[in-house]
């Protein structure tokens, strides 16, 4: 397979074009055994507060969301679910939400070092703060940050984002890697007026900062959103951006979105052979985890240990080894 080693922008839109991709994910394959081995890292998401002061236009969090029902976690809850989870086999917690100010960098603090208690990673996604307020919570023992550049193209962050700018994300971005965290970036496939172009930019800066993880999936439109009637991203081209993070940074750790149907074993291009190596489950509590709505999504209960099992069982089933 001809890949340059440092491809550039040209390259990368019109590799993403290619009529036929085997090849492609092939290599990315291949790069993911050798750099990466054979695991599927298992993660627990905790999403616990869906307040949010930002207008994200496609998000059902935005702050204009009036038919939204707001919730927020009590410390104690987020810690016991943390510990259930550690409980159940898992070595990673992400705790998510929304910019929720009521959750300030003191208070995460103080349930970061609870959670820490066990010898368990923790990632944070709650969006912008300050270089102070990162930096205290990797004083509390954080080791990962998960913040998305969403896109790379100025025009089309500016015309989501009535509430922040690309430059800003991306200087959270550099900021979390300086303060050393484990830095995690990521897109949204088929926004509207993006193009083969616009992924390879997005490409380009996972690279450029370097991202030491990157989620990339399909934007899904929900209905109390500005963009409700948009239609939702490739699963196609969702996977190519994959496959094609994967060949750029190979030891990045890719997880494979929720929103994929990622695990159907009798589907020979599933996400884990196109470069993935994560996966995340969302161990909310059913209450909440329904009206953590950033997209429709059909949720059943939520049961910690029990789904921890089915999803390992179903990764053996693709032959690889849940961890
Ligand atoms: N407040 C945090 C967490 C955001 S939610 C932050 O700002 O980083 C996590 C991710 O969900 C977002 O980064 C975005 O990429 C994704 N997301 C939001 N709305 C979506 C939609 N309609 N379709 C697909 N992904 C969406």
Same mark, same amino acid.
């Given at each position: ?11 990368? /839109? ?15 394959? !291949? ?5 990466? *081995? ?5 993660? @627990? ?12 236009? +496609?998000?059902?969090?935005? $702050?204009?969301?009036?038919?939204? #029902? ?14 259930? $989870? ?14 929720? &100010? ?13 959670? !820490? !208690? ?12 300050? $270089? ?9 023992? @954080?080791?990962? +940050?998960?913040?998305?550049?969403? #896109? /790379? ?11 922040? #700018? ?25 926004? &509207?007026?993006?193009?083969?172009? =616009? ?25 109390? =959103? @500005? ?5 939702? *991203?490739?699963?196609?081209? =969702? ?25 159907? &074993?009798?589907?020979? %291009? ?6 993935? %190596? ?5 161990? =909310?509590?059913?209450? +909440? !985890? ?7 999504? %059909?949720?059943?209960? #939520? ?21």
């Amino acid at each position: 397979m001809g890949i340059p080693v440092k491809p550039d922008i040209d390259v990368l /839109a019109s590799l993403l074009e290619q009529p036929d991709f085997s090849q492609i994910y092939a290599l990315a394959d !291949k790069i993911r055994e050798t750099h990466k *081995g054979n695991q599927v890292q298992i993660r @627990a998401i905790l999403e616990f507060s869906n307040h949010c002061r930002r207008r994200c236009r +496609y998000c059902g969090l935005n $702050a204009e969301n009036r038919r939204l #029902t707001r919730f927020r976690m009590e410390p104690e809850e987020m810690i016991h679910a943390a510990h259930e $989870a550690y409980r159940a086999g898992y070595r990673t917690i992400v705790l998510q939400s929304g910019e929720d &100010p009521f959750y300030t960098p003191e208070r995460l603090g103080e349930m970061i070092r609870e959670i !820490k !208690k066990d010898p368990i990673a923790v990632t944070v996604s709650c969006g912008e703060m300050s $270089a102070n307020a990162y930096a205290h919570l990797r004083a509390c023992g @954080a080791d990962r +940050y998960l913040i998305k550049h969403e #896109t /790379a193209d100025d025009q089309l962050y500016a015309s989501l984002h009535p509430c922040g #700018t690309l430059e800003n994300r991306v200087a959270c971005l550099r900021e979390l890697k300086q303060l050393g965290y484990e830095t995690g970036s990521g897109f949204m496939i088929g926004l &509207p007026g993006q193009s083969a172009r =616009t992924i390879a930019q997005d490409l380009l800066l996972l690279r450029e900062i370097p991202c030491d993880m990157a989620g990339i999936g399909p934007f899904i439109p929900h209905p109390d =959103t @500005a963009l409700k009637d948009l239609p939702a *991203g490739s699963i196609e081209t =969702t996977k190519r951006a994959v496959a094609l993070a994967r060949i750029l940074l190979p030891d990045c750790n890719l997880p494979a979105t929720t929103s994929l149907g990622v695990l159907n &074993p009798e589907e020979k %291009n599933h996400i884990f052979s196109c470069g993935a %190596n994560v996966v995340m489950r969302k161990i =909310t509590p059913t209450r +909440y !985890k329904r009206l953590y709505e950033i997209y429709p999504a %059909n949720l059943g209960d #939520t049961d910690i240990l029990a789904q921890r099992q089915e999803l390992e069982q179903q990764i053996r089933a693709l032959g690889r080894e849940p961890v």
